[in-house]
Every structure is written in structure tokens, then in C-alpha cells.
Nanobody, 115 residues
């Protein structure tokens, strides 16, 4: 299983970024996918989750109404569209899949929101 995130960077408050996570080594279209984030000095927290076919999503309270998770099963890719970014969104963002009772993580992508 391999998960590769991309799309992070430095953005000003109020700006937008779109993260991507390409998955391989497992039947991507059959599994729910999640985004987590870890801010400095804090634990890893769920940001968003999407079911295998994309029919259902859920979000952490702090990002509801600002972030949107989506997926393209033809491309084995899950996305996180982040709008109205705040300094508190600064973190390393990780892609995650629970496959065959194991949890797999990407290497993470840094998002920094600062003026």
C-alpha cells in the first residue's frame, strides 16, 4: 500500500489550497479514505472522511463549511479542497486508509497559513 500526498504549501489567511492523495497497492475504489492533520505539539486529528463510492462524507467540526473532500476512483485519488484557510489550519496533512485491519499513512504534506 502506498499513499502519496501533494499540494501543500504556504498560503495567506483566507486563501485556498487543494491537496491530493494518490493511492496504490490496494483496491482503491472499495475503501473509505480519510484526511488527518497534525499541528505542532498536538495529536493527529481527523479532518474529513469519504466513503468508497463518495456518497457520504463527514468532517471535523473545525473545518465544516470550509473544506470539501472528494475522490476520483478512476484516478485512484482523493482530494481535499480547503477554502477560507486560517492560521489554525497550519499542520501536516496526512492521507489514510484502513485496509485489511491495518492503518496506512502517507508521508504527509505541510500546509502553512500565514501572512
Amino acid at each position: 500500500v502506498q499513499l502519496v500526498e501533494s499540494g501543500g504549501g504556504l498560503v495567506q489567511p483566507g486563501g485556498s489550497l487543494r491537496l491530493s492523495c494518490a493511492g496504490s497497492g490496494f483496491p482503491f475504489s472499495s475503501y473509505a479514505m480519510s484526511w488527518y492533520r497534525q499541528a505542532p505539539g498536538k495529536g493527529r486529528a481527523l479532518v474529513a472522511r469519504i466513503t468508497s463510492a463518495g456518497g457520504s462524507t463527514n468532517y471535523g467540526e473545525s473545518v465544516k463549511g470550509r473544506f470539501t473532500i472528494s475522490r476520483d476512483n478512476a484516478k485512484n485519488t482523493v482530494y481535499l479542497q480547503m477554502n477560507s484557510l486560517k492560521p489554525d489550519d497550519t499542520a501536516v496533512y496526512y492521507c489514510n486508509v484502513e485496509y485489511l485491519r491495518r492503518s496506512y499513512w502517507g508521508q504527509g504534506t505541510q500546509v502553512t497559513v500565514s501572512s
